[in-house]
Nanobody, 124 residues
């Protein structure tokens, strides 16, 4: 059974940094997308970063480009999201997702597995 477990969230001041980690338990990497999504209060879930694990191809949303980076460690079955220069508008629940084989890395409906989320709060 596949489990995605996020960690690394917390509260920071604007301009600070956090690194989120997603442990993919029981998941087999392959020709699939893994991604990070976020959902703020009263907002729809939006894609932040995604990676096609076999090729290490990466997509970063325009809203976080230049501040966030996504990476993977296949040996540890982990996905990371490095977040720098955080802004109050980055405040959201952040989710790890896995197992999309459709070429729409920021489409939530295409992912088969989701973590429970980790909260990121950025104060001004």
């Amino acid at each position: 059974q596949v489990q995605l477990v996020e960690s690394g969230g917390g509260s920071v001041q604007a301009g600070g940094s956090l690194t989120l980690s997603c442990a993919a338990v029981g998941y087999t990497y392959g020709r699939r997308w893994m991604g990070w999504f976020r959902q703020g209060p009263g907002k729809e879930r939006e894609g932040v970063a995604a990676i096609y694990t076999e090729r290490d191809s990466k997509y970063i949303a325009n809203s976080v480009k230049g501040r966030f980076t996504v990476s993977q460690d296949n040996a540890k079955n982990r996905l990371y999201l490095q977040m720098n220069s955080l802004k109050p508008e980055d405040t959201a629940m952040y989710y790890c997702a896995a197992d999309s084989d459709v070429g729409r890395p920021f489409s939530p409906v295409d992912y088969n597995y989701w973590g429970q989320g980790t909260q990121v709060t950025v104060s001004s």
